[in-house]
């Protein structure tokens, strides 16, 4: 192994923060990369759901009919 300790592998001769940095950094963003399009398509879903139930609602008021919310 290259390190002779898991202080070592840590500390990286004083590169160590850096480096883990580094790493927390783009983990991070890929991350994101993956939940942010899933919450942007939930919610868009959400707000179509919910605006297809307004129409179906308006058109229902429209002819007379009784409104179940």
């Known amino acids: 192994m290259y390190f002779d300790s898991f ?10 923060t850096y480096v883990w940095v580094a790493y927390a950094i783009t983990l991070a963003v890929l991350a994101w990369i993956v939940i942010a399009p899933r919450r942007r398509a939930r919610n868009t879903l959400t707000q179509l759901a919910d605006e297809a139930r307004r129409q179906e609602g308006a058109a229902a008021k429209a002819k007379g009919e009784e409104v179940n919310t």
């Open 7 to 16: 202080q070592a592998a840590l500390s990286m001769d004083g590169h160590g």
